[in-house]
């Protein structure tokens, strides 16, 4: 092969090695969740957990969070898991009308592999085995590390799939935990958690 040859070949790879450090997931990508209680804005971090970053991306970009709201709320006065409390509000598609708009479930990454912990204004997604993740999610108030891999929340240990913070709105996110939550539910374990009204998620975008 004749050296000319060789430097093109090895400028063509260059090249194609080039496009695909740019086609690379960025660190982050940043949403505006926009609710009738106010705005909050949030970094998603794709490097660290790609599967559960791009599942929540299809949502927002193939419009299926229409009609998604936050209805639950855990504080310390209506948690009963007094070995591993937490505090969050949690939301998603979770009414009959809006069910068809839910993809298939996600596999699960847990904070062991992602790196990311349950701190503050952090968002994850609720599950209820592993890889059963599908729209619903949920933003922690406070320290919440019995969300993490091998933390007490879940017994089988695994965790929740944190995959972005909350870098501006946390103010709406405690005024939506501290509304009221005794609506009824058939559910013990969530009885004082869900909201008697219902906080809507207005829109979901790409910042």
């Keep these: 092969m004749s050296l000319i040859r060789r430097a093109v070949l090895g400028a063509?790879?260059?090249?194609?090695?080039?496009g695909l450090a740019q086609a690379a997931a960025p660190a982050v990508v940043p949403v505006v969740m926009t609710t009738d209680l106010g705005v909050v804005e949030l970094d998603l971090y794709p490097a660290k957990a790609p599967?559960?970053?791009?599942?929540?991306?299809?949502?927002?970009?193939?419009?299926?969070?229409?009609?998604?709201?936050?209805?639950?709320?855990?504080?310390?006065?209506?948690d009963p898991n007094?070995?591993?409390p937490i505090q969050v509000i949690q939301g998603?598609?979770?009414?009959?009308?809006?069910r068809g708009q839910m993809l298939p479930p996600i596999a699960h990454e847990t904070t062991a592999t992602s790196g990311i912990s349950h701190?503050?204004?952090?968002?994850?997604m609720a599950r209820d085995g592993p890889g059963t993740a599908t729209s619903e999610f949920f933003i922690t108030v406070g320290d919440?590390?019995?969300?993490?891999?091998?933390?007490?929340r879940n017994p089988d240990g695994q965790g929740y799939a944190a995959f972005?913070?909350?870098t501006q709105g946390m103010d709406v996110v405690r005024k939506i935990q501290g509304q009221p939550s005794n609506a009824p539910t058939d559910v013990v374990y969530v009885k004082g958690q869900i909201l008697e009204r219902p906080v809507q998620?207005?829109?979901?975008k790409r910042k």
Excluded: M
């Design 201 to 204: 998620i207005l829109s979901i």
């Design 92 to 98: 998603g598609i979770d009414d009959e009308a809006h």
């Design 12 to 18: 063509t790879l260059a090249l194609a090695v080039g």
């Design 119 to 124: 701190t503050d204004g952090v968002i994850s």
């Design 144 to 152: 919440n590390r019995a969300l993490d891999f091998g933390g007490l």
């Design 164 to 166: 972005g913070r909350v």
């Design 82 to 84: 007094l070995k591993a």
């Design 51 to 78: 599967v559960t970053v791009a599942n929540f991306l299809r949502y927002i970009d193939e419009g299926r969070f229409t009609g998604a709201r936050f209805y639950r709320v855990v504080r310390s006065d209506t």
